[in-house]
Structures are given as structure tokens and as C-alpha cells.
């Protein structure tokens, strides 16, 4: 019971985007993931992507770790929505494909594994 609770608690996180001076509410469990691309960051939900100024670390940090995952050194990804798994990258339910970098594919499979357990 006590996993369930903190399942539930992980995937109801709201968190807060500012861009281009709105505040949008978005919960964490809409999230496909989080991108890094140069000085801004993108989080790509299933409705829109936004485009946002946060640091890329604070806003990972914000989302729960029970589901999301840190794959490469610029892609957070939430694993609700992996369609297909290899060792090398993942193939997501909207046909986009994220590599997994070489030295996370060994930790990412522990994780990837213990996340089906917990399912």
C-alpha cells in the first residue's frame, strides 16, 4: 500500500512552466520528457512542447524519479510513455526516438527492469 501511495504522489506532481510570461500548470504524468537544446529547455508533453529558459537540472528535479530517467546528458524521459526498448535507445508511443548514452545503457536497463517490477 505504502508503493501505491508513493506512486500516486509521483505521478500527481504539478509543476509550474513560465513561458513567454504565462504561467501554465502541467502534471508531471503528461510528460513524455525533458530536452536539453543549447541555453533553453524543452519539455515535450503529450498536448504541446514548450520552450522554456529554466536550467535543464532544476526542472529535471522538480519531476519524480520513480518514472523518469535520465538516459542521456540531454534527455529525461518519462517511461510511461516507452513503446520499445533496446540497449541503445528507446522508441517512444509517438514515434520519436531518444538514444540511450553508451555509459547509462547498463544503469538504464537495472532501472528499466525494476520499473516493470513496480508496475
Known amino acids: 500500500l505504502d508503493k ?13 512552466l513560465s513561458e513567454n510570461g504565462v504561467q501554465q500548470r502541467v502534471v508531471a504524468d503528461d510528460i513524455l ?18 520552450s522554456l529558459s529554466e536550467k535543464y537540472d532544476d526542472l ?4 519524480p524519479q520513480l518514472f523518469f530517467y535520465p538516459v542521456h546528458k540531454s ?7 516507452v513503446d520499445r526498448y533496446t540497449y541503445t535507445e528507446l522508441l517512444l508511443t509517438n514515434g520519436i526516438r ?3 548514452a ?4 547498463s544503469a538504464f536497463h537495472k532501472f528499466w527492469f ?6
Do not use: W
Request: charged fraction near 30%; glycine fraction near 4%.
Open 60 to 63: 529535471c528535479e522538480k519531476l
Open 114 to 119: 525494476e520499473y516493470l517490477r513496480r508496475r
Open 33 to 50: 520528457y525533458v530536452t536539453r537544446e543549447g541555453r533553453r529547455t524543452s519539455i515535450v508533453t503529450v498536448k504541446q512542447t514548450f
Open 75 to 81: 534527455f529525461f524521459v518519462n517511461l510511461h510513455y
Open 98 to 100: 531518444i538514444p540511450i
Open 4 to 16: 501505491a501511495m508513493e506512486y500516486i504522489d509521483g505521478a500527481y506532481v504539478d509543476i509550474f
Open 102 to 105: 553508451p555509459r547509462k545503457q
